[in-house]
T-cell receptor, first 114, second 111 residues
Framework: AQSVTQLDSQVPVFEEAPVELRCNYS??????LFWYVQYPNQGLQLLLK??????LVKGINGFEAEFNKSQTSFHLRKPSVHISDTAEYFC????????????FGAGTRLAVHP | AAGVIQSPRHLIKEKRETATLKCYPI?????VYWYQQGPGQDPQFLIS???????DKGSIPDRFSAQQFSDYHSELNMSSLELGDSALYFC??????????FGPGTRLTVT
């Protein structure tokens, strides 16, 4: 069975600092990988996705993630965060080829301080 | 571009009442998923439909049922509501391909 581990439940960071949100997955098959952002009292917005091809994926709002198959990781990075990036971030997987349900990690709360 | 529509956006019910949540997928998306997100929790898969047939089932209570209609919209019916059913309920739709497109969610509060 697939599972997703987000290693940090909360990440505090100062504005304009770089940030990395960590995500590891376990799966015996290939997976599709996603990062979603959820602002307070709002829905889920797709930040970026890895389906195939280049392991470095660029998303919206200056975020990027790198798929590392050997380490089964898909860490999210941003070189300089803004106050407006304060939100909950969810890593999620789908076994490739199955188009099945998304399996989410527990989420990481990114808190950007001035 | 058209997005996934969910109605109502907010719903307040009392214990033991019934609730119906509706989801209108993006046109030409043939698969619909339902997820439940409790307070401070990650979204959990409930059920999905492909071409109006149930395609997968997660940890959905027996008190809940769902269906997808001929126009591809879906309804989640919840009976004998409990306080623990208070959550944000998301619908997502998918065309051919892996990416799911999420609606804004319905916030259900059970008092």
């Amino acid at each position: 069975a697939q599972s997703v581990t987000q290693l940090d439940s909360q990440v505090p960071v100062f504005e304009e600092a770089p940030v990395e949100l960590r995500c590891n997955y376990s799966s015996s098959v290939s997976v599709y990988l996603f990062w979603y952002v959820q602002y307070p009292n709002q829905g889920l917005q797709l930040l970026l996705k890895y389906l195939s091809g280049s392991t470095l994926v660029k998303g919206i709002n200056g975020f990027e993630a790198e798929f590392n198959k050997s380490q089964t990781s898909f860490h999210l990075r941003k070189p300089s965060v803004h106050i407006s990036d304060t939100a909950e971030y969810f890593c999620a997987v789908i076994p490739s080829g199955g188009y099945n349900k998304l399996i989410f990690g527990a989420g990481t709360r990114l808190a950007v301080h001035p | 571009a058209a997005g996934v529509i969910q109605s109502p956006r907010h719903l307040i019910k009392e214990k033991r009442e019934t609730a119906t949540l509706k989801c209108y997928p993006i046109p030409r998306h043939d698969t619909v998923y339902w997820y439940q997100q409790g307070p401070g929790q990650d979204p959990q898969f409930l059920i999905s439909f492909y071409e109006k047939m149930q395609s997968d089932k997660g940890s959905i209570p027996d008190r809940f049922s769902a269906q997808q209609f001929s126009d591809y919209h879906s309804e989640l019916n919840m009976s004998s509501l409990e306080l623990g059913d208070s959550a944000l309920y998301f619908c997502a739709s998918r065309p051919q391909g892996a990416q799911q497109y999420f609606g804004p969610g319905t916030r259900l509060t059970v008092t």
